[in-house]
């Protein structure tokens, strides 16, 4: 289910494609893919981003306005959308979103925040209530972090309880869609709760700092996010920018996969 780490080592440094030629200009490192910005770039080395030949991003209401036929021409492949946080938040943008970069062939994917302070079935039911079932969209996604920022949940329960949520929501939308969910996480939350633990999942791993294979050692990963603060031509702000973990083909075939 899960693209092994060690089959991509044969992955080619590639340019993503060219935008409109009008994002900002900015200073950038080693590793970095060409057709994308960086307003505070790491400086890559050994396996870089720009190794990899699918890169995407992911986004919310927060990113304002995309022209997402603009997104595709700079290279962008896929798109994980932001839906839906806790029980009772649903992102102003998604429908927008979501039609956006479907209409310009993006492929593209629904994320939930999750929050410790909602059943995990009532937030399943929430998420499920906004996101339309479409048999050629990627997974649904969890966003398993640390809500330490929150206004109304700083709610840190135990690893046990951690995973045991975690799993409810997960069988709930795999039930639902027929696909089983990729789960986002954060290092700190990762190395917290013991994910390594939930098997049978594909993970992407947030990593800004260091390739997954350093920062997540034996963990096998489908998504990578390498950044937060992506500049691409089509998005005013800036945006997190990751890779898949294989070749175009790859990603149809494991979206495939991802059907029960």
Not at 3 to 16: F, Q
Not at 33 to 57: K, L, N
Not at 218 to 239: P, R, S
Request: with cysteine; hydrophobic share 40%; glycine share 12%.
């Amino acid at each position: 289910m899960r693209v092994v780490l060690a089959a991509l080592a044969a992955c080619v440094l590639v340019s993503c494609g060219g935008g409109s030629g009008d994002a900002p200009a900015v200073s950038r490192a080693r590793g970095i893919p060409t057709a994308f910005g960086d307003a505070d770039p790491h400086d890559w080395s050994g396996v870089t981003p720009a190794q990899y030949t699918v890169h995407g991003i992911d986004v919310s209401k927060y990113q304002g306005d995309i022209d997402w036929y603009r997104v595709r021409g700079s290279g962008v492949g896929f798109a994980f959308i932001k839906a839906t946080e806790g029980g009772d938040h649903a992102d102003e943008r998604f429908l927008d979103n979501w039609v956006g970069a479907g209409s310009a062939g993006i492929a593209r994917g629904a994320y939930h925040y999750f929050y410790f302070c909602r059943p995990a079935l009532e937030q399943a039911a929430w998420f499920m209530s906004h996101v339309p079932r479409d048999a050629t969209a990627l997974p649904p996604v969890l966003d398993l972090e640390w809500t330490h920022k929150s206004k109304t949940c700083t709610y840190r329960p135990d690893p046990a309880t951690v995973q045991q949520e975690a799993l409810s929501f997960l069988q709930a939308v795999s039930i639902f869609y027929g696909k089983r969910p990729v789960i986002y996480t954060t290092v700190d939350f990762y190395t917290d709760n013991r994910l390594w633990e939930l098997e049978g999942y594909p993970f992407w791993l947030r990593s800004v700092a260091g390739h997954p294979s350093e920062i997540y050692p034996g963990q096998a990963w489908t998504f990578w996010q390498y950044t937060g603060t992506g500049m691409v031509d089509g998005i005013e702000g800036l945006t997190d920018l990751n890779v898949f973990a294989g070749s175009p083909g790859q990603l149809g075939a494991w979206t495939v996969m991802a059907y029960q």
